[in-house]
């Protein structure tokens, strides 16, 4: 789908844990505009507030479920992943990660070849088929899916509200035949959110759009400016097809995905979960489950119309102790990590547990 000619808008949102935040509309052909704001101190956890009236803040942060797909046997990262939501406002629902080797070969994907391709590649792609299918079983409105190493800001009911605003800002260039059947305080026509990834390239940058006018790319995105949350630009990763230098420190990003990197969390509504069900369960499998995952979006496949942020709400943690223990995917021999770190992620809840559960406030990972 390409959008083209559209205006640059700006668009100021009182939101509700910074403030006033000003979104600018960036449609094709964009100028960033500079705007200013002051932003108010922030609160670690926010209760219901007089501006705090979204979904987004109550236990399931606005979707109707949060599932985190994880090996029953990684209690290590359950313990981990039950503190940090607790501390945060939020419930999880377990969703038991599936090994390769469990799969039978009668039930492999299509094109899925066993000689070549990873057995925890494959036990990834089921655990995420999984999580699809309950929503689509139970009949939930919306999930949030998150893998079981996550991390996040322990502003994250905040940074949701703002992304949500944004998001729904974002929505008006998607096609509205396709309504969310139930109320999301993320907006009525989204398929997915894809909230957590490790490399960004915008649509408009992507390989095969470079040939046609950048006026016919959908280059639609939402800023939103002077998040105290954004780690300094030196410590921003994730930018696959642009500088961080082009845009002013303690900017967000909400932008229409053309080629994410890494599963790390995204949210589905009932009928992203039938689209993403059908693609990536029923059509076949040859490929790593995120890079499958960014396909769906790229290619828009069942009119799927996705809405990401950058940088993430959701990063990977990366763990004091053995490297090893980091993925159930990938091994990484013996060696030890003194130090963890999130990145991205510039109040991480993990690293500050001990923090929150003292009472202490939250620190930052990096200072400059
Ligand atoms: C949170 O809000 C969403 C969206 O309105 C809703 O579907 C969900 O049931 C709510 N969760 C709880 C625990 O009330
Ligand atoms: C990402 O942004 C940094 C500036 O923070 C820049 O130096 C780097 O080249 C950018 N990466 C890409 C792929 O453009």
């Known amino acids: 789908m390409m959008i083209g000619g559209r205006p640059n808008v700006s668009l100021v949102i009182c939101a509700v844990v910074f403030g006033c935040i000003f979104l600018t509309y960036l449609g094709s052909g964009s100028v960033r505009n500079q705007l200013n704001s002051t932003s108010s101190p922030t609160r670690w956890v926010s209760s219901k507030g ?3 009236k979204s979904d987004v ?3 399931t ?8 797909i994880g090996l029953p046997e990684r209690s290590d990262k359950r313990d981990a992943l039950t503190l940090m939501s ?12 599936v090994l390769g080797k469990a799969i039978p070969d009668k039930a492999l994907p299509f094109g899925w070849n066993r000689e070549t391709m990873s057995d925890s590649n494959l036990g990834s792609w089921r655990g995420h088929i999984n999580a699809m299918r309950r929503i689509v079983e139970d009949g939930i409105s919306s999930a949030l899916i998150m893998e079981d190493d996550m991390d996040w800001d322990v502003h994250v009911k905040g940074l949701l509200a703002q992304f949500a605003e944004a998001a729904r800002a974002l929505q008006k260039g998607f096609h509205q035949d396709q309504r969310l059947k139930s109320p999301s305080p993320y907006g009525l026509d989204w398929d997915m959110l894809w909230l957590g990834s490790c490399i960004t390239t915008f649509d408009e940058d992507l390989p095969e759009h470079l040939q046609i006018p950048y006026e016919q790319r959908d280059a639609r995105k939402i800023l939103i400016r002077n998040d105290p949350t954004v780690p300094p630009t030196g410590h921003l990763l994730a930018n696959g ?6 845009y002013p420190p ?3 990003i909400v932008y229409v995905p053309g080629d994410n990197v890494c599963s790390f969390a995204y949210a ?8 993403a069900l059908q693609y990536m369960g029923l059509e076949g499998q040859q490929k790593p489950f995120d890079n499958h995952l960014s396909d769906l979006c790229r290619l828009r496949v069942n009119g ?7 940088p993430s709400l959701f990063v990977h943690h990366r763990p004091r102790g053995k490297i090893s223990g980091d993925s159930d995917i990938n091994n990484a021999g013996e060696a030890v990590r003194e130090v963890g770190f999130t990145e991205n992620v510039l109040y991480s809840t993990r690293l500050n547990l001990r923090n929150l559960v003292t009472g202490l406030e939250p620190e930052k990972q990096w200072t400059d």
């Not at 607790?86 to 990660?97: A, K, V």
């Not at 589905?268 to 689209?275: D, F, H, R, T, V």
């Open 61 to 68: 942060l606005g979707f109707e479920k949060v599932f985190v």
């Open 86 to 97: 607790s501390l945060t406002g939020f419930q999880l629902s377990w969703i038991d990660g």
């Open 268 to 275: 589905l509504s009932a009928a992203g979960a039938q689209k």
């Open 50 to 52: 007089k501006h705090e």
């Open 304 to 310: 799927m119309r996705c809405v990401s942020i950058v």
């Open 241 to 246: 097809s642009f500088s961080w230098d082009d």
């Open 250 to 252: 303690q900017t967000r």
């Open 57 to 59: 803040f109550n236990k």
